[in-house]
Nanobody
């Protein structure tokens, strides 16, 4: 049974940083690509960052390029999203997913506000 548990969200001032974590279980983590999505109030869910299973080049939404970094620790079965230079428009619930299985975590709330 695939399980994904996100953590690390919270309230941060504009320009601040957060690191989100997503602990995975129930599958061979190292073999699968992982993605981070977000959903802001009243908006559709959007892809933020994607990491391959083989350590290939990650992909990012244009809106977060240069500010966000996705990484993974296959020994810890965890994928991370380092978010720097946060802006109010980054406010959203952030989810990690395993696209192969279509499995989503419960999400972690990020609020960027002064």
């Amino acid at each position: 049974q695939v399980q994904l548990v996100e953590s690390g969200g919270g309230l941060v001032q504009p320009g601040g940083s957060l690191r989100l974590s997503c602990a995975a279980s129930g599958f061979t983590f190292s073999m699968y690509a992982m993605r981070w999505y977000r959903q802001a109030p009243g908006k559709e869910r959007e892809l933020v960052a994607a990491a391959t299973s083989a350590g290939g080049r990650p992909n990012y939404a244009d809106s977060v390029k240069g500010r966000f970094t996705i990484s993974r620790d296959n020994d810890k079965n965890t994928v991370y999203l380092q978010m720097n230079g946060l802006k109010p428009e980054d406010t959203a619930v952030y989810y990690c997913i395993v696209p192969t299985f279509g499995s989503w975590g419960q999400g972690t709330q990020v609020i960027v506000s002064s």
